[in-house]
């Protein structure tokens, strides 16, 4: 038996306590980001991604075409994440959770500050868009390896029992920060011109992330390393685990293969479903249906506040009954009802209190897969490769399903002229999604990590 295999002690109260919060804390700014410049979509395709902005910038300036563009820089940030997965995961399982999630939060907060002080294609021409698209790909290495880190130090600081309340700790400061940069947009929508937002008040929430950043910062270079992390390998070895080249164990690294490409299908319905309801649809409301800026944001913080609240609630009652039948419950409830609430969105006689209603459903359902999600993901590698494992799962499901939800959406929207495509998508992913969540053993969520 190696060392490597040893069950650690439980940690104390403490340092589960400050493991969830420097963790959360980094989350928040990571997602916060992601939140803007969902929200933003127009008012970035205006600045940059229109080769014509004009004087009368507006929401309709920016075009599809211009919207498809500015989705197609979010989703090769998406893509990038994989990348950051593999760097970063590596890192974290040679070096420890501590230092690698102290690097992924410096560089988002320098990645997202930067935009904020970028010069708009009305200001250096077609160099804009490509220095947007750069900064956006740093950012996305940075989410990649910020996901696999902040899981791996949680669930493994986490109380006996209590593993899928602090996993979902996770996705709660997702729904924080997606919540904070809808709501700081919508805010600044309010007390701003369309002009003035258009011109420079865009730039304020990416300038937020410096103080933010730094916050998260101090919080993580006090962390302490989850008990049973390894040291790192000698000098010149790669340590234990499917991830490592030239260990000689390819049945290892093929069962691990298997685990991601697994994990993605478990997580898959969560990604498209989440970026549908919780990113895209203010830009959808706005392209497809004509909804100005002003009143297409509050459906995106409507539905982030029902999502935020049924996150927690979620992870507690997985670490009750088990992952799998929360994270169906979740699943199958989008292929449900994903349609009928897009047609109550769509409907001008319908009355605003079942809209409300509606959205906070909608960000429930997804909750209820958010909160188990990150906890089965840490269940499913052994902590020699768990950083890498779980990142990497998590990083090609939201690659795939979450980065190329606006620019799927918005391209058949425009080509068919439905717009119950996001409908379509959510629905059509999460049933794919609960092929993969019924592989999911009951008992699971008793078991020790390993």
Same mark, same amino acid.
């Given at each position: 038996m190696t060392s490597t295999d040893l069950r650690p002690a439980?940690? $104390?109260?403490?340092?589960?306590?400050? &493991?969830?919060? #420097?963790?959360?804390?980094?989350?928040?700014? =990571?997602?916060? =980001?992601?939140?803007?410049?969902g929200a933003f979509a127009t008012v970035i395709a205006a600045n940059f991604f229109t080769p014509d902005p004009g004087a009368g910038a507006g929401p309709g300036t920016g075009g599809v075409a211009a919207l498809m563009a500015t989705y197609a820089s979010f989703a090769l &940030?998406?893509?990038?994440? $994989?990348?950051g997965a593999l760097l970063f995961g590596r890192l974290g399982d040679r070096l420890g959770r501590r230092p690698t999630l102290i690097l992924v939060v410096g560089l988002m907060t320098l990645a997202t500050t930067l935009i904020g002080l970028l010069p708009t294609q009305a200001t250096v021409g077609a160099a804009a868009p490509w220095l947007l698209t750069f900064l956006r790909v740093l950012q996305g290495i940075s989410a990649g390896g910020e996901f696999g880190g902040a899981v791996a130090l949680m669930t493994e600081s986490a109380p006996v029992g209590r593993r899928g309340l602090h996993g979902a700790w996770q996705s709660f400061t997702v729904a924080l920060g997606l919540l904070a940069g809808a709501g700081t947009a919508a805010g600044l929508a309010a007390v701003l011109s369309p002009s003035a937002l258009y011109a420079w008040g865009w730039r304020i929430p990416f300038l937020l992330a410096l103080p933010l950043g730094a916050v998260a910062l101090w919080l993580r270079t006090a962390l302490e390393e989850p008990p049973g992390t390894p040291p790192g390998p000698a000098p010149g070895r790669h340590p =234990?685990? !499917?991830?490592? $080249?030239?260990?000689?164990? $390819?049945?290892?690294?093929? =069962?691990? !293969?298997?685990?991601?490409?697994?994990?993605?299908?478990?997580?898959m319905g969560w990604s498209a479903a989440g970026y549908t309801f919780l990113v895209v649809l203010p830009s959808h409301l706005?392209? #497809?249906?004509?909804?100005?800026?002003?009143? &297409?944001?509050? !459906? #995106?913080?409507? &539905?982030n506040l029902g999502f935020a609240a049924s996150i927690l609630p979620a992870g507690m009652l997985s670490d009750r009954i088990g992952r799998r039948p929360v994270m169906l419950a979740g699943a199958l409830g989008v292929v449900v009802f994903a349609l009928p609430v897009l047609r109550v969105l769509q409907s001008p006689g319908a009355a605003p209190g079942v809209k409300v209603a509606a959205l906070l459903f909608a960000g429930a359902l997804i909750g209820l897969m958010a909160g188990p999600g990150p906890a089965m993901l840490a269940e499913m590698f052994p902590r020699r490769v768990r950083c890498t494992g779980l990142g990497l799962a998590y990083a090609l499901a939201n690659a795939v399903f979450s980065g190329c939800a606006g620019l799927v959406i918005t391209a058949l929207t425009a080509r068919t002229g439905n717009t119950a495509v996001p409908a379509y998508y959510a629905a059509g992913v999460c049933a794919l999604s609960c092929v993969a969540l019924l592989t999911l053993r009951g008992d699971d969520h008793r078991e020790p990590l390993r």
């Open positions: 439980p940690p $104390p109260r403490s340092t589960a306590r400050r &493991a969830l919060l #420097a963790g959360s804390v980094g989350n928040l700014v =990571e997602w916060y =980001e992601f939140g803007v410049y &940030a998406f893509f990038f994440r $994989p990348v =234990e685990g !499917a991830f490592a $080249p030239g260990t000689g164990e $390819p049945r290892r690294r093929g =069962e691990q !293969a298997r685990a991601v490409v697994l994990g993605v299908g478990r997580v706005q392209s #497809a249906l004509g909804v100005s800026f002003r009143e &297409a944001l509050p !459906a #995106a913080v409507l &539905a």
